[in-house]
RNA sequence: GUCCCGGUAGCUCAGUUGGAUAGAGCGGCCGCCUUCUAAGCGGCAGGUCGGGCGUUCGAAUCGCCCCCGGGACGCCA
């Protein structure tokens, strides 16, 4: 197989119009050869304007001063396209200068013949190419429940992740677990008091374990307000003795924690062992959620904010002795350009944020593991955090990998939140976070049902593996499916309409390719290596679906560069419809002549590869028959 | 108060570097299964792109000012 550089680029139309009509504009206008002209190539919205358009010419009309027109009429003198498009002439200037292009079939066939033979246009990155880049995802804490809040993180930051392993890059998940601090240590304390009163903690499950948490937090929390009030408003001895013993009490559970807290760091053993108790007992639960969502998520991925604690001490150390901090009503903070707010790392009784920590996770991250780029899919409410934390570590140099000369990419794949039907965060009717677990077992329950009524023909056990599958598919993908920023309606009867731009549908368009595969039996031979069909653009529908399979490696690298997912959601949901057209209208197997069904099974071919790729990096496993 | 993010069809959402008549799906209406899975395909109806001003040959897209909604704003994470 030929390096992949240039031969990569050779199967994307817009790619090489676009070298064509940049060389025909150096030749044209040699004066401004300089690379100021860009011809502008996109797909044509409207199928009369051709398949493509170059759009350059207006604006280098407008540079040299010239109609647009006249520069369009320059531009197709003077460009060499060869035997990709229909030759150009002065009809093909439309309106103010648009260039209309339209491939030629023989062309398309030729381009979907070197998609087909690398890697779908996506040959692995090397050389410079390849990066290093670091996906923080999942972000769960010590003693809680995986929640609807945590889905995002799960979901877009593995479909991240994959997509640049799919391009050939180094990826390296991290799962910044919340499994330190005073919180934690509050838990810890209460599961050791109980321990004390005799009550067995060995078969705590998690659902305990966040009941114990919330009373933990609860009895740690003084009332000193209430306190003050009462005091100064003079309320009597009564509520006087009443509140004061809420507050005594408090503080001493508080001083328990600390207390608590302070033998953690020391490592205590008995004080570490409850802990552990807790850190197994949780991590097992995330990943087993993670395992259930098709997420690659594993024990080897988890960084605990526990795993830095050694370093936070000696890293405030380093940048006060830099010069890097100064000293705000008690508290060591970095001041930020452009920012009111500073980012705080040290509390006035000396504690470390997670402030302190997010920077000792960039230094690791960047200086440890070389990371080019560090991806953060948290969500979109930590916003002014971590531009104050990237700004900091800028400043403290944290974001320099060894031995390169520029900083290395920090970047927030903020998300927005999951809504209920009354457009306020989705919660349970009594108000309380839904289980991740609970949500995922009514989308497999209701999916169960459908496909019950769909194809009732299924043995039961493929009838649960098929539920499962398409249940799961509908939660990521309507996740996936929506802009990452915004904010977004959870629905089941949507996500599993099977319907619309939805994760069945496209399970759905694979299923109709692969049961084609299934009846063609000796037909197959049209896909062998070493003598694959030749492919024949011959119908509206086949021209579709061939320009639509083109875009696929653009897209990825789009993705790759944005981080949303949705757009490759989109390309897909476009090309199962350029299928299901194809399909319709295109018998396969029934075609008049052996060379066409041989061209449009290696259609189908590329296109059930295409879909399974696409959906691969999605995190969505794809079915056979539904 | 300051800052960030949204506002596109009745509903849920796309809209690439500014490009031609703003697109899907659902819902409504009308067609298409003797033939590869109709969980599909084709068509019709449905829009002051929150409002205004500006930049431009050209604005949903860029700039400024408003309106509405959400969020964040020093020692919680």
Same mark, same amino acid.
């Given at each position: 197989?030929?390096?992949?550089?240039?031969?990569?680029?050779?199967?994307?139309?817009?790619?090489?119009?676009?070298?064509?009509?940049?060389?025909?504009?150096?030749?044209?206008?040699? #004066?401004?050869?300089?690379?100021?002209?860009?011809?502008?190539?996109?797909?044509?919205?409207?199928?009369?304007?051709?398949?493509?358009?170059?759009?350059?010419?207006?604006?280098?009309?407008?540079?040299?001063?010239?109609?647009?027109?006249?520069?369009?009429?320059?531009?197709?003198?003077?460009?060499?396209?060869?035997?990709?498009?229909?030759?150009?002439? @002065?009809?093909?200037?439309?309106?103010?200068?648009?260039?209309?292009?339209?491939?030629?079939?023989?062309?398309?066939?030729?381009?979907?013949?070197?998609?087909?033979?690398?890697?779908?246009?996506?040959?692995?990155?090397?050389?410079?190419?390849?990066?290093?880049?670091?996906?923080?995802?999942?972000?769960?804490?010590?003693?809680?429940?995986?929640?609807?809040?945590?889905?995002?993180?799960?979901?877009?930051?593995?479909?991240?992740?994959?997509?640049?392993?799919?391009?050939?890059?180094?990826?390296? $998940?991290?799962?910044?677990?919340?499994?330190?601090?005073?919180?934690?240590?509050?838990?810890?304390?209460?599961?050791?008091?109980?321990?004390?009163?005799?009550?067995?903690?060995?078969?705590?499950?998690?659902?305990?374990?966040?009941?114990?948490?919330?009373?933990?937090?609860?009895?740690?929390?003084?009332?000193?307000?209430?306190?003050?009030?009462?005091?100064?408003?003079?309320?009597?001895?009564?509520?006087?003795?009443?509140?004061?013993?809420?507050?005594?009490?408090?503080?001493?559970?508080?001083?328990?924690?600390?207390?608590?807290?302070?033998?953690?760091?020391?490592?205590?053993?008995?004080?570490?062992?409850?802990?552990?108790?807790?850190?197994?007992?949780?991590?097992?639960?995330?990943?087993?959620?993670?395992?259930?969502?098709?997420?690659?998520?594993?024990?080897?991925?988890?960084?605990? #904010?526990?795993?830095?604690?050694?370093?936070?001490?000696?890293?405030?150390?380093?940048?006060?002795? $830099?010069?890097?901090?100064?000293?705000?009503?008690?508290?060591?903070?970095? $001041?930020?350009?452009?920012?009111? #707010?500073?980012?705080?790392?040290?509390?006035?009784?000396?504690?470390?944020?997670?402030?302190?920590?997010?920077?000792?996770?960039?230094?690791?991250?960047?200086?440890?593991?070389?990371?080019?780029?560090?991806?953060?899919?948290?969500?979109?409410?930590?916003?002014?955090?971590?531009?104050?934390?990237?700004?900091?570590?800028?400043?403290?140099?944290?974001?320099?990998?060894?031995?390169?000369?520029?900083?290395?990419?920090?970047?927030?794949?903020?998300?927005?939140?999951?809504?209920?039907?009354?457009?306020?965060?989705?919660?349970?009717?009594?108000?309380?976070?839904?289980?991740?677990?609970?949500?995922?077992?009514?989308?497999?329950?209701?999916?169960?049902?459908?496909?019950?009524?769909?194809?009732?023909?299924?043995?039961?056990?493929?009838?649960?593996?098929?539920? @499962?599958?398409?249940?799961?598919?509908?939660?990521?993908?309507?996740?996936?499916?929506? @802009?990452?920023?915004?904010?977004?309606?959870?629905?089941?009867?949507?996500?599993?309409?099977?319907?619309?731009?939805?994760?069945?549908?496209?399970?759905?368009?694979?299923?109709?390719?692969?049961?084609?595969?299934?009846?063609?039996?000796?037909?197959?031979?049209?896909?062998?290596?070493?003598?694959?069909?030749?492919?024949?653009?011959?119908?509206?529908?086949?021209?579709?679906?061939?320009?639509?399979?083109?875009?696929?490696?653009?897209?990825?690298?789009?993705?790759?560069?944005?981080?949303?997912?949705?757009?490759?959601?989109?390309?897909?949901?476009?090309?199962?419809?350029?299928?299901?057209?194809?399909?319709?209208?295109?018998?396969?197997?029934?075609?008049?002549?052996?060379?066409?069904?041989?061209?449009?099974?290696?259609?189908?071919?590329?296109?059930?590869?295409?879909?399974?790729?696409?959906?691969?990096?999605?995190?969505?496993?794809?079915?056979?028959?539904?």
């Amino acid at each position: 197989m030929p390096a992949a550089a240039s031969h990569q680029q050779s199967f994307d139309p817009v790619q090489i119009l676009h070298d064509r009509f940049a060389a025909a504009i150096a030749a044209a206008f040699p #004066e401004h050869a300089g690379g100021a002209a860009d011809p502008v190539i996109t797909p044509s919205k409207n199928p009369k304007f051709g398949d493509f358009q170059a759009n350059g010419a207006m604006p280098l009309g407008k540079l040299i001063g010239r109609s647009p027109r006249e520069a369009a009429a320059a531009i197709v003198k003077s460009v060499d396209l060869g035997d990709i498009a229909e030759p150009l002439s @002065d009809a093909s200037i439309a309106g103010p200068g648009f260039i209309n292009i339209t491939l030629k079939n023989t062309a398309l066939a030729r381009l979907l013949d070197r998609l087909d033979s690398t890697a779908l246009g996506l040959d692995p990155v090397h050389g410079a190419e390849k990066q290093t880049i670091v996906v923080d995802l999942c972000g769960v804490n010590l003693a809680k429940q995986m929640h609807v809040g945590h889905l995002r993180a799960v979901i877009i930051g593995d479909a991240v992740a994959r997509v640049f392993e799919r391009m050939g890059h180094k990826v390296i $998940r991290q799962n910044h677990v919340g499994d330190w601090g005073l919180n934690i240590a509050m838990v810890t304390a209460k599961l050791i008091e109980l321990e004390k009163r005799g009550e067995k903690i060995d078969k705590l499950d998690l659902d305990r374990l966040e009941k114990l948490y919330k009373a933990a937090q609860k009895e740690c929390s003084a009332d000193e307000r209430g306190l003050a009030m009462v005091e100064k408003y003079n309320l009597g001895p009564k509520a006087l003795a009443e509140i004061g013993t809420q507050v005594h009490e408090a503080r001493e559970h508080l001083a328990g924690a600390k207390n608590t807290l302070v033998k953690l760091q020391a490592h205590d053993p008995a004080t570490v062992a409850v802990w552990k108790r807790i850190a197994d007992l949780t991590m097992d639960a995330c990943l087993a959620t993670c395992k259930r969502l098709g997420a690659d998520v594993t024990a080897e991925h988890s960084a605990g #904010e526990s795993s830095y604690a050694e370093e936070l001490a000696p890293l405030v150390a380093d940048l006060v002795a $830099r010069g890097i901090t100064q000293e705000s009503e008690g508290a060591l903070v970095i $001041r930020v350009e452009g920012f009111a #707010e500073p980012c705080i790392i040290r509390k006035s009784d000396g504690g470390f944020l997670y402030a302190t920590t997010d920077l000792a996770g960039i230094r690791r991250r960047v200086q440890r593991f070389g990371a080019d780029r560090v991806v953060y899919c948290v969500d979109a409410r930590q916003g002014l955090h971590f531009r104050l934390v990237f700004a900091a570590a800028h400043r403290a140099g944290f974001d320099v990998a060894p031995g390169h000369a520029s900083p290395s990419s920090l970047e927030h794949a903020a998300f927005g939140m999951v809504l209920g039907q009354d457009g306020k965060p989705y919660k349970t009717r009594s108000g309380e976070n839904v289980k991740l677990s609970d949500l995922l077992d009514e989308a497999v329950e209701r999916a169960a049902a459908a496909v019950a009524g769909k194809n009732p023909d299924l043995s039961a056990e493929e009838r649960t593996r098929i539920a @499962d599958a398409v249940g799961i598919a509908a939660i990521k993908y309507v996740d996936l499916s929506n @802009d990452r920023i915004k904010d977004y309606v959870f629905d089941f009867d949507r996500m599993l309409a099977f319907e619309g731009n939805t994760g069945p549908y496209l399970l759905y368009a694979l299923v109709r390719i692969r049961s084609i595969f299934r009846k063609a039996g000796s037909g197959m031979s049209a896909l062998r290596a070493d003598a694959p069909a030749a492919i024949t653009i011959a119908t509206p529908e086949e021209k579709t679906l061939a320009l639509t399979l083109l875009r696929y490696p653009g897209v990825v690298r789009g993705v790759a560069a944005s981080l949303e997912p949705h757009r490759l959601c989109q390309y897909l949901f476009d090309l199962a419809g350029a299928f299901s057209s194809f399909f319709t209208n295109c018998p396969v197997l029934q075609a008049h002549d052996e060379a066409t069904k041989r061209s449009r099974l290696r259609l189908c071919a590329i296109t059930e590869r295409v879909l399974a790729d696409g959906l691969s990096m999605l995190g969505i496993p794809t079915l056979d028959r539904m």
